[in-house]
């Protein structure tokens, strides 16, 4: 399962799930699930399940406005164009797509742009196995944006890291460990550094559980096999 979590104001963002509601309820190529109580947003989770769906949503504008909308919503496509420096109309028609696949949706109150969004979720996932070539290409494509999207976000922190306070230029993890590890104990790494970064997640919906001097953070969880020899084996 791959997803991707709220990354930050500007851009959005990427766990596994469990309980999926029946399909026929949702909209198309989606399915939602939640890893705790129904009342907790933060562990609401919207599956991609259909190469429209995946496609849809591989879209940079798109991407950075479901994460918009996760962290500074709800919000009318005229604030989140000026927040996103784009047009109010590439936002509402680019919102309207969302909210056909379930992404996003009307947080009631105003008519046409004055109208208010919010996401419906704060993490997407989608399957890392694909079962058709279709729905491959997709999941390919999505993939292919989302580290696009981490790249531009990690190339904008460095351009600034300079002039950031010298507790956050100390804080910056940056470096990569070479492992010979398998399958299995990859999987397992991955659930555990989410497991440690999972406990701060319920700030992102409740600010009176920040601490002073909180700032928002995209932490990746990043890992591949790295031996292109081993691929042809």
Not at 7 to 19: C, K, M, N, V, Y
Not at 31 to 39: I, L, N, S, V
Not at 176 to 191: C, K, P, V
């Amino acid at each position: 399962m791959k997803s991707d979590d709220v990354a930050s104001q500007r851009d959005a963002t990427p766990g596994s799930t469990e309980d999926p509601t029946d399909p026929k309820d949702a909209a198309p190529g989606l399915t939602e699930d939640a890893t705790g109580p129904k009342d907790a947003p933060t562990r609401a989770v919207t599956r991609l399940t259909d190469p429209r769906a995946l496609r849809a949503y591989a879209h940079p504008v798109r991407m950075k406005l479901v994460g918009l909308l996760r962290t500074e919503g709800p919000l009318t496509a005229t604030r989140a164009a000026e927040l996103l420096g784009e047009s109010s109309g590439t936002c509402s028609f680019h919102l309207r797509q969302l909210a056909k696949y379930g992404l996003v949706e009307e947080a009631g109150g105003g008519t046409g742009r004055a109208k208010p969004w919010r996401a419906t979720a704060m993490t997407t996932a989608w399957d890392a196995i694909a079962d058709t070539p279709e729905l491959a290409a997709a999941t390919g494509l999505l993939n292919t944006v989302i580290v696009e999207q981490y790249f531009e976000q990690l190339m904008g922190w460095l351009e600034v890291s300079q002039d950031e306070p010298p507790e956050w230029q100390d804080a910056f993890p940056f470096g990569d460990q070479i492992l010979y590890i398998t399958a299995g104990e990859l999987a397992e790494l991955g659930r555990e550094v989410r497991d440690l970064v999972d406990q701060y997640v319920e700030r992102q919906v409740k600010p009176e559980l920040r601490p002073p001097g909180s700032r928002l953070v995209t932490y990746l969880h990043l890992a591949f096999p790295s031996d292109p020899r081993a691929r042809r084996r």
